[in-house]
């Protein structure tokens, strides 16, 4: 059988590539726990949405689960991420998250004092990513930053429309119908 041609340069350029950017332990076991951040984050807004449909509030429902699918997909792109640096995934338990909640306000207070919460999290990462002087880790976070700001605008955007609403039904129905044009 005739040898293929490409084998052993594969194979070289598999070994250079496990041998030069495997991610470090300590990056690894941070992006792990980021994992878990992130799946606990989609329980979370799971949860926050089953209570929206209890209060008949629709279309907060619908955009707490739309909340819920892109947290698992920023833990998708972790475990995903940690693969491509030769890493190993472990998976933790993910806490229970709240189920009772209040009024929309308070929920959404929640959700901005959760995301700040997330942000340093991704902070503290990029630091270790800088302290190691891993720059592709950098490139990868550098999403995540971005993303973060997102969330944080989203929520805080949301938050003034429900401090601008207060107690008014009409004007939270109205909210509600927003809401739940998210996609
Ligand atoms: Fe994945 Fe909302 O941060």
Same mark, same amino acid.
């Given at each position: 059988?005739?040898?293929?041609?490409?084998?052993?340069?594969?194979?070289?350029?598999?070994?250079?590539?496990?041998?030069?950017?495997?991610?470090?332990?300590?990056?690894?076991?941070?992006?792990?726990?980021?994992?878990?951040?992130?799946?606990?984050?989609?329980?979370?807004?799971?949860?926050? &949405?089953?209570?929206?449909?209890?209060?008949?509030?629709? %279309? #907060?429902? =619908? !955009?707490?689960?739309?909340?819920?699918? $892109? @947290?698992?997909?920023?833990?998708?792109?972790?475990?995903?991420?940690?693969?491509?640096?030769?890493?190993?995934?472990?998976?933790?338990?993910?806490?229970?998250?709240?189920?009772?909640?209040?009024?929309?306000?308070?929920?959404?207070?929640?959700?901005?004092?959760?995301?700040?919460?997330?942000?340093?999290?991704?902070?503290?990462?990029?630091?270790? &990513?800088?302290?190691?002087?891993?720059?592709?880790?950098? %490139? #990868?976070? =550098? !999403?995540?930053?971005?993303?973060?700001? $997102? @969330?944080?605008?989203?929520?805080?955007?949301?938050?003034?429309?429900?401090?601008?609403?207060?107690?008014?039904?009409?004007?939270?129905?109205?909210?509600?119908?927003?809401?739940?044009?998210?996609?």
């Amino acid at each position: 059988m005739e040898p293929n041609p490409f084998h052993n340069r594969l194979q070289i350029i598999t070994t250079n590539y496990k041998g030069t950017s495997k991610i470090s332990k300590t990056l690894q076991d941070a992006m792990n726990e980021q994992i878990n951040a992130e799946l606990f984050s989609a329980y979370l807004y799971l949860s926050m &949405a089953a209570h929206f449909e209890s209060q008949n509030l629709a %279309g #907060f429902a =619908q !955009w707490m689960r739309v909340q819920y699918q $892109e @947290e698992t997909g920023h833990a998708l792109k972790f475990y995903k991420y940690v693969f491509d640096r030769s890493g190993v995934v472990t998976l933790k338990t993910i806490a229970q998250p709240a189920t009772k909640f209040k009024t929309p306000l308070d929920v959404f207070k929640q959700v901005l004092a959760h995301e700040q919460k997330v942000s340093s999290l991704i902070n503290k990462l990029y630091e270790s &990513a800088v302290k190691e002087k891993d720059y592709a880790a950098q %490139g #990868f976070l =550098q !999403w995540f930053i971005n993303e973060q700001v $997102e @969330e944080e605008k989203n929520a805080t955007d949301i938050l003034t429309m429900l401090e601008m609403i207060g107690e008014s039904p009409v004007s939270l129905i109205m909210a509600d119908r927003q809401l739940g044009a998210r996609k």
